[in-house]
């Protein structure tokens, strides 16, 4: 019913920038929040950001003042800026959004996840 399509990953130097992408596609009524989560291998998911639709956002403490999300509603789409980007940033990044379909149906989508990897 809701599709979720991340983009913008890839590999960048340590002190690099990437921004990420996630748009939303489907069944949607309305989309409550967008958050962006990262996997490292070995590690649980965790949370890196997250936006909700009225704008109030909150960042984990590890990316705070280096990543900055952002969300366009009518194009149901949210955005992941990432600077002064680490080696410890390297993970999977997966986008989730808590959408009211038209059924009204409230559901929690993921997308597959984009690879980030900072290397020299």
């Known amino acids: 019913q809701v599709q979720l399509v991340e983009s913008g990953g890839g590999l960048v130097q340590p002190g690099g920038s990437l921004r990420l992408s996630c748009a939303a596609s489907g069944s949607i009524r309305s989309i409550y929040t967008m958050s962006w989560y990262r996997q490292a291998p070995g590690k649980q998911r965790e949370l890196v950001a997250i936006i909700t639709r009225g704008d109030s956002v909150n960042y984990a403490d590890s990316v705070k003042g280096r990543f900055t999300i952002s969300r366009d509603n009518a194009k149901n789409t949210v955005y992941l800026q990432m600077n002064s980007l680490k080696p410890e940033d390297t993970a999977v990044y997966y986008c989730?959004?808590?959408?009211?379909?038209?059924?009204?149906?409230?559901?929690?989508?993921w997308g597959q996840g984009t690879q980030v990897t900072v290397s020299s």
């Open positions: 989730n959004a808590v959408v009211q379909t038209t059924s009204l149906v409230q559901l929690s989508s």
